[in-house]
């Protein structure tokens, strides 16, 4: 079955850098869309970035724009996720998310997510 | 930026009872709507794409409805397992959730 697996969260200092990895197993991973989410304590979810399949179309939320960067590599079935200037607002659970064949879809299989604190 | 509103925040209800949850959109989203289902320490589960279409696995208690900007998820007949959080999604623009509407025991 359709598995997503997240890893690389832990505490950083403001302006410091993590990279979050998302291992997929369970289906075609290169013929999907992939998404990060992420939920502050306390807060509802925030969409944060979004790859296309052959990774030609990349999006990113204005809040973490110039600062993170989505990478994906379908020859190891793995979803990344950059992230540079990290700011204590930046404190969250992190998801990732399978699309569709199209970016613009509904989610349709979550990771259990990894924690991120940005913390000094 | 698009916004979505779910109310009510909580809904207390017993097993067996029905509960309706609304998500409103500040502007249009058509039917790109998803409602998802979500467990503290679990990752967040499919419940309805295309405003009322119900993902693979999920019982037919579960049924959506609604277009434009106003939204609606019932659960039949809650049971034991449907105790969560539960949030709407619009795909129609750049990904935005409602806040959530807990559903939990009374």
């Known amino acids: 079955q359709v598995q997503l697996v997240e890893s690389g969260g832990g505490v950083a200092q403001p302006g410091g850098s993590l990279r979050l990895s998302c291992a997929a197993s369970?289906?075609?991973?290169?013929?999907?869309?992939m998404h990060w989410v992420r939920q502050a304590p306390g807060k509802g979810l925030e969409w944060v970035a979004t790859?296309?399949?052959?990774?030609?179309?990349?999006f990113y939320a204005d809040s973490v724009k110039g600062r993170f960067t989505i990478s994906r590599d379908n020859s190891k079935n793995t979803l990344f996720l950059q992230m540079n200037s990290l700011r204590v607002e930046d404190t969250a659970i992190y998801y990732c998310?399978?699309?569709?064949?199209?970016?613009?879809?509904?989610?349709?299989?979550w990771g259990q997510g990894t924690r991120v604190t940005v913390s000094s | 930026e698009l916004v979505m509103t779910q109310s009510p925040a909580t809904l207390s209800v017993s097993p067996g009872e029905g509960a309706t949850l609304s998500c409103r959109a500040s502007?249009?989203?058509?039917?790109?709507l998803a409602w998802y289902q979500h467990k503290p320490g679990q990752a967040p589960r499919l419940l309805i794409y295309?405003?009322?279409n119900r993902a693979a696995g999920i019982p037919a208690r579960f049924s959506g409805s609604g277009s434009g900007t106003e939204f609606t998820l019932t659960i039949s007949s809650l049971q034991s397992e449907d105790y969560a959080v539960y949030f709407c999604?619009?795909?129609?623009?750049?990904?935005?959730f409602g806040p959530g509407t807990k559903v939990d025991f009374k």
């Open positions: 998310a399978r699309g569709g064949s199209v970016v613009r879809s509904w989610f349709d299989s």
């Open positions: 369970g289906f075609t991973f290169n013929t999907y869309a």
């Open positions: 790859i296309s399949y052959d990774s030609v179309n990349i």
């Open positions: 502007q249009s989203v058509k039917d790109n």
């Open positions: 295309g405003a009322s």
């Open positions: 999604h619009q795909y129609d623009t750049w990904p935005t």
